[in-house]
């Protein structure tokens, strides 16, 4: 039988974590992710699975962390929202350089600065395009529902330990906050067997001790790391290409939209067809790596495409990218921690691409 | 009472020359040659090996770990 | 005697542990760093955990401390080496963890973390290298710097009014409900680096009884900073390090030693 149970998003990725075989989470409290631990600590994962759950100092020590735990090979997440992000990013980019797996969540917040509490998808760029110093890349989930809240806990330490590489759950406010049904799935045992070729278990007696580090004061081994981690950064892109399409078979204007602004979207394109205006959606999973041929291919075939995000346009640089030259491509968005409504959606549909 | 007599060996090669082992020893056998190694370091060695008592505060106290002492126990 | 009878296996009294590897230490001539590292690792051996330690290297000329010290190791980032080691130690409770740390790793950059894994009772141990000065980035002030230390961010010498004071980390430590052993040594001279080995080992036993944090703090010379001699640089810790810094155990068991 399933097992349903209606939860706030930062509730359901905190299930989801512990189902998944999550072996520990450090966090920070932060505005409004701060149920992600609260729902941990309630729930004693110590108890249920021998999960870890610690509050740290700061949203620096957290990262700091869960890099020395997934240096043990364990599966180890944090979470924060967008100035605790911002915290992070050294720690993220030692992450990336070492190779270690982890789960990260932005549940994003309106910015600069301390910004707002309320939702945004201004970390858009800091999320697919560094973040951190070096040459780096996250694979970044975007979650549209509650359901892939817990969902994307499994999916995301996947991919971690497929890649060896920090996986970023970017949420909101919004999706973080909602409550809907979630369909729960079976518990997930803990990883018992840890892979000697990089994990810190202690050197075994005859073996080569393990180094885990981002360090390599010589220039030229550095180089071959960074050949090492764009090739694997490549065979991600060629492999992990996640996105959803609504309404693209007759559709002549696209939406494209992650995230809450997705189910916005949704909303906009039942109201544009029933005043006959055929619009379509993709939804980007992974934004990165972006679905950049699946859009090129939808392209050609549209009047208009509109990238509806809650920034000033940052996905819409991508979309211009893989959409090619052309195709009338706009941006519309809320700024700040502001919702747009899907009468604005498709009133900016209308204004910018089929009006003008 | 039993005598002890020692003798140290140093990695010349890894010897730095700081000369914390000259001062560390009791009976002023160790001094800093002339020579340099390789890297261009005076380097420490026993210069009166007939004082060696073996005590190892010379190895003790490198920095470099490049000494290594041996001792044995004379009957009178 | 000749020295070919004296040289044998069978009359060897000390070598350099096998914990510590062969490479060539990338430390300056007569720099403490060297002996402090050799200690931590005879301390293992002896205690036989090798196969059950893991180490956090720090940033500063210790960062490479892993291509020395033949554990498994991570390096972490300036001053998050508590918060690594209690996310290890989390994950390996009946592992032994510790960190190696510097004066500006661990008392300024990484204050909040030392003291906050040091409040939570991490059953960790933390080898704090003293040395009052920034030797990889070139001699600069430390927060462990003394009044009047000439340094190349302070080149009048530390001035209290406009610089602050000198910071007592281990001092501080040992008020916390968390630590249990917390102690003070150097490594100058023969008799200071067995005493220092026997805090250290009493810091990882402590570590083996899940007692909470223990601390050695190793006042140590930095004689390329300091722009002296390496025997002269010591002669200069003990006159004016150790009187502002003295030696010694600050916390045993968790019990505050007198008039601390």
């Known amino acids: 039988m399933k097992e349903l149970r209606l939860m706030k998003g930062n509730e359901a990725v905190a299930e989801g974590a512990i189902r998944a075989g999550a072996d520990g989470y450090f966090g920070y409290p932060i505005t409004p992710q701060s149920e992600v631990m609260e729902y941990l600590m309630a729930q004693q994962p110590e108890k249920r699975t021998g999960m870890v759950v610690l509050q740290a100092e700061s949203e620096v020590a957290a990262i700091n962390m869960v890099y020395g735990a997934a240096s043990t090979g364990k599966r180890v997440m944090t979470s924060s929202s967008s100035p605790g992000i911002s915290l992070m990013q050294e720690g993220i980019s030692y992450l990336a350089g070492a190779e270690l797996p982890c789960l990260l ?58 890649y060896r590489n920090p996986v970023l759950m970017l949420s909101d406010g919004l999706i973080g906050q909602m409550m809907e049904k979630v369909e729960l799935c079976e518990q997930l045992p803990r990883v018992t067997h840890f892979d000697r070729s990089w994990t810190l278990t202690g050197k075994p007696d005859g073996q080569e001790r393990n180094i885990v580090t981002s360090l390599d004061l010589d220039a030229s081994r550095q180089e071959i790391h960074n050949q090492h981690l764009q090739e694997k950064y490549r065979q991600c892109k060629e492999n992990e290409v996640r996105f959803e399409l609504l309404n693209t078979d007759d559709a002549e204007y696209l939406f494209v939209a992650y995230g809450s602004s ?56 991508d979309v211009r990218l893989s959409a090619g030259c052309g195709v009338h491509i706009e941006h519309y968005g809320r700024m700040g921690g502001m919702i747009p409504t899907p009468e604005q959606v498709l009133e900016n549909l209308k204004k910018l691409l089929i009006t003008k | ?54 005590c190892a505060n010379c190895a003790v106290v490198c920095p470099d770990g490049v000494i290594t002492v041996y001792k044995v126990k004379l009957s009178d | 005697m000749d020295i070919k009878d004296i040289i044998k296996p069978e009359n060897l009294v000390y070598q350099k542990t096998p914990l510590m590897t062969d490479k060539t230490l990338s430390y300056c001539p007569g720099c403490g760093h060297g002996t402090a590292h050799r200690i931590v690792m005879e301390v293992i051996e ?195 390090m150790f009187p502002f810094y003295p030696l010694g155990d600050l916390k045993v068991d968790g019990k505050l030693v007198n008039n601390q």
């Open chain 3, 46 to 240: 002896e205690m036989g955990i090798q196969s059950e330690t893991i180490g956090v290297a720090p940033v500063g000329c210790s960062v490479l401390a892993y291509d020395f010290m033949n554990v498994d190791m991570v390096g972490a980032s300036h001053g998050r080496a508590p918060a690594v080691a209690t996310g290890i130690k989390r994950c390996w409770p009946e592992k032994f963890v510790y960190t190696y740390q510097g004066d500006g790793d661990l008392a300024a950059i990484g204050t909040a973390e030392t003291i906050h894994a040091a409040n939570r009772g991490e059953n960790i141990t933390i080898i704090f290298i003293n040395n009052g000065i920034y030797g990889m980035t070139g001699g600069q002030m430390a927060p462990t710097t003394l009044e009047g230390m000439k340094t190349s961010t302070s080149p009048y010498g530390r001035d209290l009014k406009s610089m602050g004071n000198p910071l007592k980390m281990t001092e501080l430590l040992a008020q916390l409900p968390g630590t249990c052993y917390v102690s003070r040594q150097s490594v100058h001279s023969p008799r200071n680096v067995r005493r220092a080995k026997k805090a250290i080992r009493a810091a990882f036993e402590s570590q083996k009884a899940n007692k909470g944090l223990s601390l050695v703090e190793i006042v140590s010379n930095c004689n390329s900073g300091w722009k002296m001699e390496p025997v002269a640089s010591n002669e200069w810790m003990v006159e004016h």
């Open chain 1, 105 to 162: 969540l932005n549940v994003a917040r309106g910015g600069p600065g301390l910004g707002t509490i309320q939702p945004s998808q201004a970390d858009y760029f800091q999320s697919v395009k560094g973040g951190g110093h070096g040459d780096y890349q996250l694979i970044v989930l975007a979650p549209s529902s509650v359901q892939e809240m817990f969902d994307f806990a499994f999916l995301g330490f996947d991919l971690a330990f497929k």
């Open chain 2, 1 to 54: 009472m039993a005598k002890m007599k020692g003798a140290i060996v140093v990695d010349i090669e890894k010897c730095k020359g700081c000369e914390v082992c000259r001062v560390a020893c009791p009976n002023d056998v160790i001094a800093i040659a002339q020579e340099v190694n390789h890297k261009g370091y005076h380097y420490a060695y026993q210069e009166h090996q007939e004082n060696c008592v073996g």
């Open chain 1, 262 to 317: 997705a189910r916005i979207c949704q909303k906009a394109i039942q109201l544009g067809r029933e005043e006959g205006i055929k619009i379509g959606l993709l939804r980007p999973i992974t934004l990165w790596p972006f679905p950049a041929k699946p859009l090129s291919e939808l392209a050609p075939r549209m009047k208009g495409i509109l990238s509806v995000e809650q920034s000033a346009g940052q996905m819409v640089e």
